[in-house]
């Protein structure tokens, strides 16, 4: 079945450092991919997505890019602030409405 | 307008009660989700209604009965619930069915403790 792979979290890092959250996922055909995020005590926003193959997503300074050859879609920020200290959650959505979520990684941003 | 409502918030109840989460969008998504999420887990699928019609039943237990009364309302109603069903509830729409990017919208969440 479906499954994505996210890096182990926390990650903790200064403000203004560059962040990559590393997502790898396997599918059986070609699924959209996602990234949420999770402010503490909130529900889930979408953060960006992608649809087909060499998509980038964006979004508040965030981007990943959908690379089948690699199955990957990393997160990255160039410069994180304080505010950017959440809980990101890679996904994958093939078929029918079902999404597949990966286990989250959460950030710690520090002044 | 691409907000999905959530009451209450918060909610505590005992094992015997019956209590009743509500879940509104108008945004005229056709499929909308609940979703159970613990505390450092991602959220785990329960129910996904397309069209007004339960599509999807993750084997969830008869105490969590679904209820969709028309497109824009999405009712989870709780029965004898036990105390590991203490989580943060999460509803969720989607403009409708098929593949493609169809990003779920993502509520507040109702945060349940079950005493």
């Known amino acids: 079945g479906d499954s994505v792979t996210q890096m182990e979290g926390p990650v903790t890092l200064s403000e203004e450092a560059f962040l990559t959250i590393n997502c790898t996922y396997t599918a059986t055909g070609y699924p959209s991919l996602f990234w949420y995020v999770q402010y503490p005590g909130e529900g889930l926003q979408l953060l960006l997505k992608?649809?087909?193959?060499?998509d980038k997503g964006s979004n508040k300074g965030f981007e990943a890019t959908y690379r089948k050859e690699t199955t990957s879609f990393h997160l990255e920020k160039g410069s994180v602030q304080v505010s950017d200290s959440a809980v990101y959650f890679c996904?994958?959505?093939?078929?029918?409405?079902?999404?597949?979520f990966g286990t989250g990684t959460k950030l710690q941003v520090i002044p | 307008d691409t907000e999905v409502t959530q009451t209450p918030k918060h909610l505590v109840m005992g094992m015997t009660n019956k209590k009743s989460l509500k879940c509104e969008q108008h945004?005229?998504?056709?499929?909308m989700y609940w979703y159970k999420q613990k505390a450092k887990k991602p959220p785990e699928l329960m129910f996904v209604?397309?069209?007004?019609?339960?599509?999807i039943n993750e084997s969830v237990p008869s105490r969590f009965s679904p209820e969709c009364p028309n497109s824009s309302l999405l009712n989870l109603h709780l029965h004898a619930l036990q105390p590991e069903d203490s989580a943060l509830y999460l509803c969720?729409?989607?403009?409708?069915?098929?593949?493609?990017?169809?990003?779920?919208?993502f509520g507040p969440g109702t945060r349940l403790t079950v005493t």
């Open positions: 209604y397309s069209y007004e019609k339960l599509s």
């Open positions: 996904a994958l959505r093939e078929g029918y409405q079902k999404v597949t």
């Open positions: 969720a729409s989607s403009p409708g069915q098929g593949t493609g990017g169809y990003e779920q919208y």
């Open positions: 945004m005229g998504h056709r499929a």
């Open positions: 992608a649809t087909k193959a060499d």
